[in-house]
């Protein structure tokens, strides 16, 4: 199994939060959370319910610890996660460069953590003191407050990403079939023969481009079938229309 970054909730206050962030890890393959003096105690039973099912093994396994210090002691490098401009010179790191970082530093033999503050102030500069670098997230400056569980998702999306190297784009169409070359170049006869009709590649000397552009076009156009039959569908009730 890879090694992962250890994520260090801070003085965590409500169990629903530290359920909700402990599915999160999960979803991208995290296991490892710390708690720092979680303010309703634990175990937290609304935790394990938030948690719904396989996640509750990453809050069975979770330590606690009574400080920061505490939490951090056996850690090489942390980070600090905060929305809010600190006095405290440091690295700032987005989401994707810190675990970027991160992968680099565990490859390493390193053990990272990364801490994130209670759900109502975040991390204080206390906190922040002891950490390497900060993670900022790149978000609306008038409204810059994330939740727990939201903050936990992101940092944990970005590490497992670079690891399953996904594609920035799927170049596929939810729910559809991707029409063929022959059914593109069927409609590409249709509308040469309809805009024929109608005198549209006038005068006669420009035609051969214009029907070049035309193909040029609907090959550039990511087509599914259900898209070629609505085109075919519209140009025939046009035509009957005009006769």
């Not at 719904?52 to 979770?62: C, F, M, P, R």
């Not at 399953?164 to 559809?176: I, S, T």
């Amino acid at each position: 199994m890879t090694e992962t970054p250890v994520f260090i909730l801070v003085r965590p206050q409500m169990g629903e939060n530290i359920g909700a962030a402990a599915r999160a890890m999960l979803n991208f393959g995290l296991t490892r959370m710390r708690l720092v003096a979680p303010r309703d105690g634990w175990p937290n039973p609304k935790a394990v319910a938030m948690a719904s099912g396989a996640a509750g093994e990453v809050l069975e396994y979770a330590g606690v610890f009574p400080s920061v210090p505490d939490a951090i002691s056996d850690c090489d490098f942390i980070f600090a996660t905060t929305a809010r401009g600190r006095e405290l010179t440091k690295p700032i790191y987005t989401p994707e460069t810190a675990m970027d970082e991160a992968r680099k530093r565990i490859a390493a033999g390193q053990k990272v953590g990364v801490l994130f503050g209670p759900e109502r102030t975040g991390l204080e500069n206390d906190d922040v003191s002891r950490a390497n670098a900060i993670i900022t997230v790149p978000v609306n400056p008038a409204f810059p407050s994330l939740n727990l569980a939201q903050a936990v998702l992101l940092t944990g999306y970005e590490f497992m990403r670079q690891e399953v190297g996904a594609v920035p784009v799927d170049p596929g169409l939810a729910g559809a079939d991707v029409a063929s070359r022959i059914e593109i170049e069927k409609l590409g006869d249709h509308f040469e023969e309809r805009l024929e009709e109608v005198g549209f590649f006038f005068p006669p000397a420009k035609a051969p481009n214009m029907k070049l552009n035309l193909r040029n076009l609907w090959s550039r156009m990511p087509f599914t079938r259900a898209d070629v039959q609505t085109l075919h569908g519209m140009l025939r009730q046009i035509t009957r229309q005009r006769r």
